[in-house]
């Protein structure tokens, strides 16, 4: 008689976490729930989330009858994710935390905690994303600890596993997904990847899982919760009060706390103004936010986006790229904003060396310079 295999699932107390695990279990498994608690202090109204959200975690591990684990990532949380936020607002640009989040926390502390300490043949989260490999596919995966750094075994020969979007296209979160090792993402499996949300509800109403189906979408920051972003902030970087400028006139229109809160393409809410204005520009040495009026204006936009080192969930660059240097994209750059061609062009930092491997990229339109607008990323 063949052992079932042992999938070690992170659940945080949604709904969309339990009905994995739920779904895993049907599909005789040996299943583990796995609580990860990276964040300590109370949201504004005094109340400790992560232990609210331990307790809807242990009782959905009760329900379905599988083991129930809990561990901190609090230091890590703190070193890898959290002081690079801040150090990134600090230098004016607009990180996503959960991206990073996804990257070290759940696909490097989780998944070496699951495959080490547990003895997991694979992990599993509550992601609406796919792969490109049948479950059983995963399972024959090995495990292999590789070295830190930027280099690999060149003569390595392996098929990469792809990342791809979930059926349901608004629930689709490739996006946080984005940055997710290859290593972790062969022993993965998201069993939401096939389904829509409204069917995930329905089946954690028809399971006993109404204590998780009645709680609000998890919207902020990754393992910190929803808070205001502002106050939450500046209890970490000196306010640095500044204008508010207008792009057409040099016209000075209010002030604010603090110019790296603000990221290109907002909408920045300038006190006694009904008409809304947008972020084109940041000055870090005055404090000046730039702002102009409306969606439209010109000011906003842009043909080319240089990006720092990219992360190839491959591993390796695609071919095409490789040799011709250029090639046609699909590209975001916010969660469930739309998809849009672009070209991508293989260059460098000035003053690096190139990398065809990892080294930056430009990325511009096809068809003009109207098409690219400046927002938040």
């Known amino acids: 008689m063949q052992v079932a295999r042992h999938v070690v699932c992170a659940v945080s107390g949604g709904v969309d976490s339990a009905v994995a695990a739920l779904l895993l279990r049907r599909r005789g498994y040996q299943v583990t729930g796995v609580f990860m608690k990276n964040w300590d202090s109370l949201d504004e109204h005094g109340v400790c989330t992560a232990d609210r959200d331990c307790e809807d975690a242990y009782r959905v591990c009760r329900i379905l009858d599988i083991p129930f684990r809990q561990v901190s990532y609090a230091k890590e949380y703190w070193n890898d994710v959290f002081s690079d936020f801040l150090n990134e607002y600090e230098k004016g640009r607009t990180p996503n935390p959960d991206i990073v989040c996804n990257k070290h926390i759940k696909f490097r502390c989780f998944f070496n905690y699951a495959v080490d300490n547990l003895g997991a043949d694979a992990v599993a989260t509550g992601h609406y994303a796919r792969t490109s490999l049948e479950d059983e596919e995963v399972f024959q995966q090995k495990h292999i600890k590789r070295p830190e750094g930027l280099f690999r075994n060149r003569f390595e020969v392996r098929n990469a596993v792809k990342l791809l979007q979930a059926a349901d296209s608004f629930k689709d979160q490739t996006f946080f997904l984005s940055q997710v090792p290859q290593e972790a993402l062969r022993r993965t499996l998201f069993p939401l990847g096939e389904l829509t949300k409204d069917f995930v509800k329905k089946i954690a109403a028809e399971n006993r899982l109404h204590h998780v189906l009645q709680k609000k979408e998890s919207m902020g920051i990754c393992f910190i919760g929803k808070r205001n972003f502002e106050n939450f902030i500046l209890e970490y970087l000196q306010p640095q009060p500044g204008r508010f400028i207008s792009i057409e006139d040099n016209k000075v229109l209010g002030t604010h706390k603090g110019w790296f809160l603000y990221t290109l393409g907002q909408r920045a809410n300038i006190g006694g103004?009904?008409?809304?204005?947008?972020?084109?520009?940041?000055?870090?040495?005055?404090?000046?936010?730039?702002?102009?009026?409306?969606?439209?204006?010109?000011?906003?936009?842009?043909?080319?986006?240089?990006?720092?080192?990219?992360?190839?969930?491959?591993?390796?660059?695609?071919?095409?790229?490789?040799?011709?240097?250029?090639?046609?994209?699909?590209?975001?750059?916010?969660?469930?904003?739309?998809?849009?061609?672009?070209?991508?062009?293989?260059?460098?930092?000035?003053?690096?060396?190139?990398?065809?491997?990892?080294?930056?990229?430009?990325?511009?339109?096809?068809?003009?310079?109207?098409?690219?607008?400046?927002?938040?990323?």
Not at 276 to 289: Q, S, T
């Open 273 to 377: 103004l009904r008409e809304p204005w947008y972020v084109v520009d940041k000055d870090g040495a005055k404090g000046d936010v730039l702002v102009a009026p409306r969606t439209d204006h010109p000011a906003l936009y842009r043909d080319l986006l240089r990006t720092g080192r990219v992360h190839w969930i491959a591993e390796e660059p695609p071919a095409a790229l490789v040799r011709d240097k250029m090639m046609e994209c699909h590209f975001r750059f916010r969660h469930q904003m739309a998809l849009v061609r672009r070209v991508l062009q293989r260059g460098r930092v000035p003053g690096q060396r190139e990398d065809p491997t990892s080294g930056a990229v430009r990325l511009h339109t096809a068809e003009g310079p109207e098409n690219v607008q400046r927002g938040q990323g």
